[in-house]
């Protein structure tokens, strides 16, 4: 059974930074490119990064790019988002995700994924 277990997210002030974590069991994570999504209310699950299965590629989201990264820990089954720089319009309900093996859609698309974590809220307070 595949699990994804995002860390808590929280409240931050604008500018402030944040980590979140999402832990995988269940499968053999080192074969799975990893994605994170978030979701505000009223919107559309948005691509926010994507991590190869080694140390990279890494794939950003126009919104983020240059605020975020992404990264992995293949010994420990986890993926990374470090946040920097962070705004209200980062307020969101994060999800990672595990992008299907052999997967013809795009890695910026929802539809390449195929396991999903509970997703953990960040809130962003101006």
């Known amino acids: 059974q595949v699990q994804l277990v995002e860390s808590r997210g929280g409240l931050v002030q604008a500018g402030g930074s944040l980590r979140l974590s999402c832990a995988a069991s269940?499968?053999?994570?080192?074969?799975?490119?990893m994605g994170w999504f978030r979701q505000a209310p009223g919107k559309e699950r948005e691509f926010i990064a994507a991590?190869?299965?080694?140390?990279?590629?890494?794939y950003y989201g126009d919104s983020v790019k240059g605020r975020f990264t992404i990264s992995r820990d293949n010994t420990k089954s986890t993926v990374y988002l470090q946040m920097n720089s962070l705004n209200p319009e980062d307020t969101a309900v994060y999800y990672c995700?595990?992008?299907?093996?052999?997967?013809?859609?795009?890695?910026?698309?929802?539809?390449?994924?195929?396991?999903w974590g509970q997703g953990t809220q960040v809130t962003v307070s101006s």
């Open positions: 995700a595990t992008r299907s093996i052999g997967s013809g859609s795009s890695v910026y698309t929802v539809m390449g994924y195929n396991y």
């Open positions: 269940g499968l053999s994570f080192s074969s799975y490119t």
């Open positions: 991590i190869g299965t080694g140390v990279g590629p890494a």
